[in-house]
Nanobody, 114 residues
Framework: QVQLVESGGGLVQAGGSLRLSCVAS????????MGWYRQAPEKQREFVAV???????QYAASVKGRFTISRDNAKNTVYLQMNSLKAEDTAVYYC????????WGKGTLVTVSS
């Protein structure tokens, strides 16, 4: 069983930056992929970014060029660097680990004021 704990959310002005962290209780190296999803009020959860075991990454079109996903296997941590934040990035951000089953954190709230 792997537990994921997100941190780094908060209130930021439009154009600002935040870095989210996701710490896993187990090894993330064994995961096929680690990713970030988000859910805005009254909307469905949506994909943001993923980093696969061999290091390839993929981003949602809405964040490409502004967000960067990375990981530190030694620290069992995945990061999401978010730059040029927009009001529409406001959401609860969830960490996801994809192994034999999917693991989810409880989320961290990001609020971008315009």
């Amino acid at each position: 069983q792997v537990q994921l704990v997100e941190s780094g959310g908060g209130l930021v002005q439009a154009g600002g930056s935040l870095r989210l962290s996701c710490v896993a209780s187990g090894s993330i190296f064994s995961m096929n992929a680690m990713g970030w999803y988000r859910q805005a009020p009254e909307k469905q959860r949506e994909f943001v970014a993923v980093i696969r075991r061999l290091g390839s990454t993929q981003y949602a079109a809405s964040v490409k060029g502004r967000f960067t996903i990375s990981r530190d296997n030694a620290k069992n941590t995945v990061y999401l660097q978010m730059n040029s934040l927009k009001a529409e990035d406001t959401a609860v951000y969830y960490c996801n680990g994809r192994g034999s089953v999917d693991y989810w954190g409880k989320g961290t709230l990001v609020t971008v004021s315009s």
